[in-house]
């Protein structure tokens, strides 16, 4: 990794993606992933200072490993499992569990072989989670991309997410200066400035990460648009692949993608258009469009959960990993395709967010229908349904993931288009 992005983000980790299967199968871990992080140190520094004998893991996935979100998920325990000194059996972790009756079935089962803390990795497994977590007081459920906990009242209920839309706005920026550069080399004009994006499903998770992800390119290239496809599934690697160039038929310059299998990656390769991946380095399968990715690395939480589990101490009911817990990364820059300066831009944009002095969501920097957004209820209640109980407009910016850890930007802003 070159050493300048080893300062953009610090950490380099694990995370996966989405979508839809049945069958469980079940894999102890064995290896800790290939990537170096900085909490690799502080995970096995502590350690020594804790007991984890008594600590049993769970992990239920939607997917295998051959999912980069899930995979991710994986290599984040397998790592913390490595830095804790986790034996084999500690932990335990069972694959393609669909989001239905199976979720409930398979936490039983990890409860019964002596589980303490479990993690579920996909949206439609809070249900089955929760109802676990009511029938078993003693043991904590920790589920990811949820929104249910902070208002549930049950204590051994959790939900995590990050505020991966600060990753998704760096991307964005390296994907801007790509496109800049193309303006300027005269490979497109300024009004050809046409990105697409590969959506899943049309949720907030993925307009909040679609829009962070325009606003990223528009702050490079201010003529900058989006066109948006969804492949209504969160894995699909002939739909992702037919998503993709179907953008690129359409006169999209830039491809970036929620979706996380090689389909759209592929396709991007095979046209020459540059991809900004999501979950994955991309640079072995389009060495020649790879532009960088952004990711979540869950094995902060990991850690935070099994610590508490050790410890017979408590932790939150919603929690949003950042840049500053090493749960917001970027994946290595590929300077053989992104623009020049790109990492030194990074730098900059990521030390303001840090600061504070940058929003993602700054409501001067985009307007719906032609109007800036000075007010906006969000929806962040535990059921679904909208009852506008939460301002998320403040101080000039809307708050994203401050109210729960699970996105809830889902305005529709100018210069983006779905299809």
């Not at 992005?5 to 079940?26: D, M, Q, R």
């Not at 009756?101 to 589980?115: H, K």
């Not at 939150?316 to 990364?329: N, P, Q, Y």
Request: proline share 2%.
């Amino acid at each position: 990794m070159k050493k300048i992005l080893a300062i953009i983000l610090s950490l380099v980790l694990v995370i996966g993606l989405f979508a839809a299967c049945g069958n469980t199968g079940t894999e102890t871990t064995t290896a800790a992933p290939d990537s170096e992080s900085e909490t690799e140190s502080d995970t096995t520094e502590a350690a020594a200072d804790v007991d984890y004998s008594n600590v049993k893991v769970g992990l239920i996935c939607l997917h295998d490993e051959n999912s980069t979100y899930d995979n991710n998920f994986i290599m984040a325990l397998k790592e913390v499992k490595e830095n804790l000194g986790l034996s084999d059996d500690q932990v335990l972790i069972k694959t393609n569990i669909g989001e239905d009756d199976s979720c409930l079935t398979t936490a039983e089962e990890l409860v019964d072989e002596g589980c303490n803390i479990i993690f579920a990795d996909s949206f439609g497994h809070e249900t089955y989670m929760l109802q676990a977590a009511q029938e078993n007081p003693d043991v904590q459920f920790c589920h990811a991309t949820g929104t249910h906990a902070h208002t549930a009242n049950v204590p051994n209920f959790h939900n995590a997410f990050a505020s991966i839309y600060e990753g998704r706005y760096l991307a964005g920026v390296a994907a801007g200066m790509k496109v800049q550069e193309m303006i300027d080399n005269g490979d497109i004009t300024a009004e050809d400035a046409k990105i697409g994006y590969v959506g899943a499903f049309p949720y907030a998770e993925v307009k909040s990460g679609y829009s962070s992800f325009f606003l990223g390119v528009r702050s490079i290239v201010k003529e900058a648009t989006m066109e948006v496809v969804y492949t209504n599934s969160w894995f699909d690697i002939a739909l992702e692949r037919e998503a993709a160039l179907k953008l690129i038929n359409d006169g999209c310059v830039l491809i970036s993608q929620h979706a996380d299998s090689e389909g759209a990656p592929k396709a991007c390769e095979e046209k020459g258009v540059p991809n900004v991946s999501y979950n994955i380095n991309t640079a072995s399968i389009g060495p020649n469009t790879a532009l960088i990715s952004s990711r979540i690395n869950w094995a902060p939480y990991y850690k935070l959960g099994i610590d508490s589990v050790a410890k017979g101490t408590s932790f939150d009911a919603d929690w949003t990993g950042t840049i500053a817990t090493g749960s917001v990364e970027l994946l290595e820059v590929n300077e053989k395709v992104a623009a020049e300066g790109t990492d030194a831009k990074l730098a900059e944009v990521k030390a303001a967010l840090e600061a504070g002095t940058l929003h993602v969501y700054d409501i001067s920097t985009f307007t719906v229908d032609g109007k800036t957004v000075e007010s906006y209820l969000a929806d962040v209640d535990d059921d679904g349904t909208f009852t506008g109980e939460t301002e998320a407009v403040s101080d000039g910016y809307f708050h994203e993931s401050e109210y729960r850890s699970a996105p809830y930007f889902d305005l529709l802003i100018d210069g983006i288009t779905e299809v």
